[in-house]
C-alpha cells in the first residue's frame, strides 16, 4: 500500500512539475527535481524539450560491451546528456565540452548536485582549431559561435580542436554545436575510425550555404552506416512554406554506426 502511494505521489508531482514548466517565463532561471535530485536550468521551454528527446525518447541509447565506455559531448549545455549517460553508463568516462559561461556554470552545479564522477568538464568550444571567436549566447540551447560581428549579445570564448580527443577508442561521440559541426568533422575526418557511434545535429541556417553533403560524404567515408531524421520543426508543405526557427529552416538528427 505504501509503494503504491508513493507511486501515486511521483505521478502527481511529475504531472504538476510539467504543467509548472510549461507556464513558466522562458529565460527565467528555475530548477527542478524533475529527475530526483535538484537540476538547475535557464529556460524551461528548452529544458521540456530535451528532457522529451534524451530522458523520455532515449534518443542517444546505445549498445556497447566496455563496462566504463569513453564518451565525448560536444555541446554539453546544462548536463542532461551527461546524466542520462551516466544512469545507463555508471561507470562511463565522460569529456563535455561547453564554451557558454553562464550555462557551464549550471552545469557545473548539475554534475554536482547529482554527484557525478569521473567526468571532465571544459568551458571551451568545439572547433577546427585553437583559437579565440566570438560566440552568440541565446541563453539557453542556441549559443553558437559567429563570424558576424554585428549580431549582438557576442563574447569572445576559447575554442580547441576535437582532433586532439580521438587518439583512441570512443565509444560514443555527441556533436550538437550549432552549426560547427561540418567544420569540426572536416578536421577530425582522420581520426573519425576511432569512433564506434557518433550523434550529430546538422543546422541548416537561412543565411548560409548548405553543407549537409559534406557531412554524410565525411561519415560515410568513415565507413558509418547513418539513420537521419527530423526532429522538432519540420515543415509540412516545404515548397509552399518552410518553418524558420532561430534563423535555420532545417535541423536533422544524425545518427552514425558501424554496420
Not at 34 to 57: H, R, V
Not at 73 to 78: Q, T
Request: hydrophobic letters at 40%; aromatic letters at 14%; glycine letters at 4%.
Amino acid at each position: 500500500m505504501f509503494g503504491t502511494y508513493i507511486i501515486k505521489k511521483l505521478n502527481i508531482y511529475y504531472f504538476y512539475e510539467l504543467l509548472r514548466l510549461n507556464l513558466f517565463p522562458r529565460y527565467t532561471l528555475t530548477s527542478t527535481k524533475l529527475m530526483g535530485k535538484k537540476l538547475f536550468i535557464p529556460d524551461s521551454a528548452s529544458f521540456l524539450s530535451m528532457y522529451k528527446e534524451i530522458i523520455e525518447k532515449e534518443i542517444y541509447k546505445f549498445y556497447t560491451t566496455s563496462k566504463n565506455p569513453y564518451i565525448i559531448d560536444c555541446g554539453a549545455n546544462i548536463g542532461l546528456s551527461i546524466i542520462y549517460f551516466k544512469k545507463i553508463f555508471p561507470n562511463a568516462r565522460i569529456v563535455a565540452f561547453e564554451p557558454d559561461k553562464k550555462i557551464f556554470n549550471l552545469l557545473k552545479k548539475n554534475i554536482q548536485s547529482f554527484n557525478l564522477k569521473n567526468i571532465k568538464l571544459i568551458q571551451k568550444g568545439v572547433w577546427s582549431k585553437k583559437s579565440t571567436m566570438n560566440f552568440y549566447s541565446e541563453g539557453a540551447d542556441a549559443g553558437r559561435i559567429v563570424t558576424n560581428t554585428h549580431i549582438n549579445n557576442t563574447n569572445k570564448i576559447y575554442t580547441i580542436k576535437l582532433n586532439d580527443f580521438l587518439n583512441k577508442i570512443v565509444d560514443f561521440l555527441k556533436i550538437d554545436i550549432e552549426g560547427a559541426e561540418v567544420d569540426v568533422l572536416e578536421n577530425s575526418k582522420d581520426k573519425l575510425s576511432n569512433v564506434k557511434n557518433l550523434f550529430v545535429e546538422y543546422h541548416s541556417f537561412t543565411n548560409q550555404k548548405q553543407r549537409l553533403d559534406k557531412i554524410i560524404k565525411i561519415l560515410l567515408n568513415q565507413n558509418f552506416r547513418l539513420y537521419i531524421s527530423a526532429p522538432g520543426f519540420a515543415s509540412r508543405q516545404p515548397f509552399i512554406s518552410r518553418n524558420i526557427y532561430k534563423g535555420m529552416d532545417m535541423q536533422l538528427s544524425i545518427y552514425a554506426y558501424r554496420a
